[in-house]
Every structure is written in C-alpha cells, then in structure tokens.
C-alpha cells in the first residue's frame, strides 16, 4: 500500500525490536535527537538511560508517575524506568487535580512535577552511572499505564505490557514504511499514546531522529527543515489552526508526510493542509485502549473510508453496529467492543458513524450528545459543537458552540436569545425536549488541551454561574515545562470586560491581562502566595476581542518572578515581570 506524500527510496530504515532498543547499537556518530540545533547522539541517550537505571534502582516503589517536557529526556527516562524494572504512568498533565490522583497508585513523580509532590530527577552521583550492559527488555512486563482522554468523563487507566507497544512500533513501520531517513517534527505532546508512539518510539526503532521540543511557528518549522527533510506528526486542533504564511511554500519539499490523530479532519481542513503544506495529511483512528486501528487520507469528498492497519481485523457488531477489533496490540486475541458506529464496506474498509458511549439519562429518557452534536454541526451556521452534561439535582445539558461565518453574522444581527430560539428549533425536530441543551456557550474555537482534545474539564471550566458573559479568556496550552509556558489566548468578544472598555473600540485593560498572567503562572507554577509588584511593564501595542495571541511565561523560582511576554503576528503587545513573596514577609 502506498500513500501520497511518502517517498518510496532507496533508503529502508534500520527497524529494531523496541524490547532490544537498548542492545542494538546503530551506526557509529549516529544521532538520535536535536535539541536546541545540536545534535544528540546514540550514546548520550545511553549515558543518559543508565543514569535514570541507576537512580530508579536505587528507589523504592514499583509505580512512578513521568511527565518531561523535553521529548529527548522523556526517552531517556523512560527507558531507564523500563531498564530498572520500573512501571510508567503517563499524565496527560501536570496539574494538581492530576497529581492527587496518581497519588493513590504511584510510589512517586519522575521530571517535571511541582515541589509538592517530591519529583525525582537525577542528581550529581548518579551521573556517573556504571557501563552495565543492558538487558532485552520482558514483552510481558506492564511496564507503562496510559489514560483516557477524558473526553467523556474522568480519564481512565489502561494498562500495556511492553510486547503490545513493540508490536504496534513494527505495524507503524510495515504500515507507513519508506520515509527514509528524515526527522520527526512534532505540534503534539508525547504524554498519549499517539504522541509516544510516533514522536518517540516509532521514530528511535527506525533510527529517525526526534526533536527535544514541539514546534508550533512557522518560523521555527523553517529552521528545522533547513537542512533536512521531515515528517510532521500533528492533530486537527492544529492543523485547522494552520495560517497563511510564506514558510510553508518554502518548506514543502523537504517535508515527506503529514500525520494527524486525535479526531476525524473536515474535508476543507485536509484540503487547506494539501494548499499550505503539499501533501494530504494521512489519518490514523484508534484509541488508548486499542492503539491504531485504521488510517485514510482525504483526496477527494468521496475518501472518508478508512482502511484497517496490517494485522487489523475488524467487524461490525449485528444489533448496535458497533465497530469490534481484533489487534496484535491487543493484551490477547478477544474482539474488542469500541465505541463507535460503523458501516463496513465490502473491501474491509469502514466508515465511522458517531460514538454509541454518549448515552445518558435524563428524566428517564436516553439521549444522544453525540446525536445533539450532529444535528447542530449539520446547521450552516454552527462550524463545530459539543454538549456535555452539568450534574445536579437537575441534571442540564449545556452546548458549546463555534458558529460559521454566517453563524456569526447572525448572532450579531439577532442577539444571543433569538440565536438560541433558531437552534433550540431545529433541534426540536429530531431530540426530545428533555435532550435540547438548556445552557448556551458561543465561543470562536473549542477549547483544547495539549493533545489536542477537548475535555469534559475544559468545557465544564467555561460555564460561569456568576455572569452571563465570561472572565476568561479561550485558552489552549502549547507547550511547557519545568520553568517555561506557552498558551494561546483569545479574549471572547462577549468578554465581561470589554464592556464599556471602550464603547465602539473595545480594548482589553491592562488589569485584565495581569491577572490572565498570573491565572496562567498559577496553573503551571509552584508561585508563592502574594503579590508583591510588577516591573518593567510595558503596553506596546492593544488587544482586541477575537484575535488569538500568544503567553510566554518563564518562571524564576530564586527571584520569585515570573516574566511574561504577549505577541500575536503583529508583534509584542505587552511585557513585564510579575514578583510574588510568601505571606508572612
């Protein structure tokens, strides 16, 4: 099977068994990785490996939780927990909700977690690890607990022994084999099985080299592709944020391929990537608990079938027509029941027809949010929507939606009441009346998370009891680590704030941005409890409702600040330090 967009060279990949990832060296001067521009060779990673090996054996406790930023140091650690006999979990974030959770089934916290939870990293002695040989690595060892999305609801933990991960790294290269030698490229986080597998482990197998950071400008997919060619694992959370730009004609022949997950692309999304980027992305469906499953690529409105990977079964179940799997990355040979519809074509092919997990009950009656969801996205003047449901004595569903252009225009010409009347409507002629949402959010783009999804958290967070009109910005976290963030904001154009700020020109104040700032550094940073000033502030330029823009923060723990910088396209908007002290000083 071939794809557009893969180069069928010369050049085959060196494909080593995962499990004997750490036996098998490459070529000599291999490298293994960029970070910063530099190059990381095969035997940093392996001084790096026995370093955490080392430490991890000398720990007490079966379970640890891991969360690194840099993708180069998230291998090494990895495979030194796995090479200490050691079983990963893996958070999709650091936040403390998620900590106090794995507090009740790890034994303790690996990178880039706050003080609080005592992480462990490697310290000056353990640097000079012993030249041990490494063992081949147990296929029947549960060495990693990946968790659901949370999509849904909570996220779930679903274990994999090491066998399931090799076996899915082979199928990826059988599957998508031929890229040759290029680097890995990545928008997506590595702390979910589809950013692990192609960010990290698929790409050290095949002895493609990785890149320590996510990259998110144009500007910095330009200096990757500089001087070598690349593939680009992304999501549709990024891909349909994709703007006009020059560096993308410029960097098109040294891409190879496009890889997207984490939902099914729009047929314009595919097309506008083929426009910017040259090739069609190549869309792989699976799920935590199945790992992958199918992939398609949209050429025309006609390709929405997807095609089962090598060594994928698939079936449809007779009553509910239910998608059912039968996987080698399976932890046995049973079907497996998704969550899905689907319509089986006659050559094994498939097409997906909504979730079936999205039943809920409501004045005794069964409703469908995935039935709601798209009833509202078959309206030409909603673009996307969700519908979650709020938990009380009376439980409510509330929907969120990002209205079309003409969506937009009519929400502007009638008012938020008239609008709902229209939908409520048109939903009335298929949901029961219990099943049409009470609440109504109209936002320009679904909050998403640093894998790309939209969580039941993240809507939930944006339902404001106390105002009809929210106080927070859409936001939508790019990267981060131990001392630095990235999110992007967008401040609504119903913004409390912007009201009588100013009549006819509404600006965001100052104020504002400052506490959106330290709101911000709160979420990802251990900072001390008060406020004690802001220095070099400066407002360069004003932001305006619907325009998204970029937070960078940098967190000094020592000086107890937190240095900030906002930027759009047009440039710097405003910059300072933010300085915080403990109360009793």
Known sequence: MSFVGISKGNWMPELVDMLALL???????????????RPVGYEDFLTGVRTWRKLLRRTSGQAFALYLNDRIEFAVALFGAWAAGKTVYLPGDTLPATCAHLRQIVHGYLGEFASEWNP???????EKADGEAFDYLNGDFVGLVLFTSGTTGAPQAIPKK???????????????????????ITTVSHQHIYGLLFN?????????????????????????LAERDGLLVSSPAHLKRLSEHHAWAMMSNRLRAVFSSGGPLSFDVACDTKRLLGLVPIEVYGSSETGGIAWRQQHTRMDEAWTPMAGITCRIDSEE???????????DESWFRTADRALLLGDNRFVLKGRVDRIVKIEEKRISLTAIESELTTCPMVADARVIVMEGRRPRIAAFIVPSVIGRSKLAEVGKLVFNRILRAMLGQSIEPVGIPRIWRYLDALPTNAQGKTTHADLSALLDSKSSCPTLPLQRLLERDAHRAVFELTAPGDLFYFDGHFPGVPILAGVVQIQWVITCGRQCFDLRPVFRGIHALKFHRIIGPDKPFTLQLLHEPIKSCLSFKITSPVGTHTSGKVMFGASDV
Not at 321 to 331: A, D, F, I, T
């Open 23 to 37: 036996t098998v060296a490459p070529k000599p001067g291999h490298t293994m990785g960029w970070r910063f521009g």
């Open 120 to 126: 462990i990293v490697p310290a000056a002695q353990d």
């Open 162 to 184: 090491l066998s399931q991960i090799s076996q899915e790294v082979a199928t990826l290269e059988t599957q998508f084999g031929g890229l040759g030698r290029v680097d890995v």
């Open 200 to 224: 990290v482990l698929w790409p050290l197998a095949a002895r493609r080299a990785i890149h320590a950071r996510s990259i998110l400008l144009p500007q910095e997919f330009m200096a990757a």
């Open 321 to 331: 027509k239910v998608l059912e799997v039968r996987s080698p990355h399976l932890p």
